[in-house]
């Protein structure tokens, strides 16, 4: 009977995940996130000028409104056959989305997961309100994500394979490929090959295999080099100066608090199953003093006007910073509660693989904290991406093997709660 009450509960969990994906997509002029403004102003409208005319389309980039590179366009310009109208190129974004879940699901059961466990984590992004959103107005990150964790199955391939030197090489080059692909669609993933080459080397793989990665890339960039000549820099400068006023180093710092709340958001489930199955005085040592050093040290830079900046958000910021303008925390102090919490998080995760989780977590702090405005949809679903598929190498991930229900069930209540949240919010 107990058996069949957990099986009943999983399967209620993807049916439910599968029904808001559908409902919220027929609906999804309510969708909380920014694409359909992203979609009418511009999104839809440069697929059509690729299509009509792909060297002034590419000639004038700056011109089009967008800061990402222009391989989304080109996609879904010239190898979607759905592009031409706004209803059908929105369903193959719909069905993109699915395919990312689809890909997601095929990582799991890489690790080993049943395809009940595998079916059932991997249908909690359905839930997320920016990457169904994402998904639901055809934006860049829609296609990104399911390059990324496309690259995240041949990663996880790699692993296992590297004994098999054909097999290595195959996957190898399919990595290149696929991570290649979505630093076309979105520059900000470059951490994520930076971090492959790196992770070659921890791993000890062969010098012949590492130099046949630095090959791939290479061969890889080519195209990329073109088009840093044709612009004559990393962006058409020349027709916009998006990038160079909105993504600047001074932004890392800055960033580095937002981001390490949105670690805390997104893994705040994990840690709570942490705490109830770890000894006490465990938890204290490893987790709440790291937390009370880390707020004291937030409290201290703020006396000394170092986070002023926090109080002047306008765009981005997250959950976090648009909770504590609504309860008027002029010393965002929830904020910098929820930041101590987050970077605790990530300490006890660095500590398990100090080289390979402190290179990635350096990475993505790195290169996402560049943009001015950083949005939480950013990271969602990045940082599920990260945790739940061992690219974090951490025995945490044990809670995700051990209590999937568990995981499953809090995971899924919070994510569709916060979705309907957004959505009262937004409208």
């Known amino acids: 009977m107990i058996f069949q009450k957990k099986i009943k509960a999983e399967y ?6 599968f029904l808001s994906y559908l409902i919220a997509f027929y609906f999804k002029e309510y969708s909380p996130s920014g694409s359909k403004e992203d979609f009418y102003g511009f999104v839809f409208r440069n697929i059509q000028i690729f299509k009509n005319d792909f060297f002034y389309a590419l000639k004038n980039y700056g011109k089009l409104g967008d800061a990402n590179y222009p391989f989304f366009y080109i996609f879904h310009a010239y190898f979607n056959p759905l592009s031409s109208s706004p209803a059908s190129y929105l369903f193959s974004t719909f069905v993109i989305g699915l395919l990312t879940f689809a890909v997601f699901f095929l990582c799991f059961k890489n690790l080993k997961f049943t395809n009940l466990n595998a079916l059932l984590l991997s249908s909690l992004i359905l839930y997320l309100p920016w990457f169904s959103g994402r998904a639901y ?21 790699i692993s296992q394979e590297k004994k098999i030197i054909n097999n290595l090489n195959l996957y190898s080059l399919l990595f290149c490929i696929t991570s290649s692909i979505t630093l076309y669609v979105k520059p ?7 971090f492959y080459l790196l ?5 000890k793989y062969s010098f012949k295999t590492q130099l046949l990665n630095v090959f791939f890339y290479i061969f890889l960039a ?12 990393i962006y058409d400068h020349s027709n916009s100066n998006v990038v160079q006023e909105y993504h600047t180093f001074k ?18 489930p994990i840690f709570l199953i942490y705490f109830f199955k770890t000894e006490s005085s465990v938890v204290f040592k490893e987790f709440i003093l790291r937390a009370i050093y880390c707020l004291l040290f937030l409290i201290f830079l703020s006396f000394l006007n170092l986070l002023d900046y926090l109080n002047y958000y306008t765009y981005g910021g997250g959950f976090f910073v648009k909770l504590s303008y609504l309860f008027n925390d002029k010393n965002n102090f929830l904020v910098l509660l929820a930041a101590s919490l987050g970077f605790s998080f990530l300490f006890i995760i660095i500590k398990d693989n100090i080289k390979k989780n402190l290179s990635l977590l350096l990475l993505t702090f790195f290169f996402f904290g560049f943009p001015k405005n950083l949005f939480q949809d950013y990271f969602e679903p990045l940082i599920l991406f990260l945790f739940f598929l061992k690219i974090l190498d951490t025995r945490l991930f044990d809670i995700i093997r051990k209590k999937t229900l568990s995981v499953s069930i809090i995971y899924s209540l919070f994510f569709a709660s916060y979705h309907f949240l957004l959505i009262v919010i937004r409208n």
């Open 222 to 233: 080519i195209p990329g080099i073109f088009l840093i000549i044709f612009w004559g820099g």
């Open 12 to 17: 209620l969990i993807i049916f439910f995940a």
């Open 199 to 203: 992770n070659n080397f921890y791993e």
């Open 251 to 268: 932004n890392i710092f800055k960033n580095s608090i937002i981001i390490s709340t949105y670690f805390f958001f997104y893994l705040w």
């Open 137 to 157: 107005w055809g934006t860049a990150s829609n296609l990104a994500w399911f390059f990324f964790v496309s690259s995240i199955y041949y990663f996880i391939k």
């Open 188 to 194: 900000i993933f470059i951490f994520f090959p930076i």
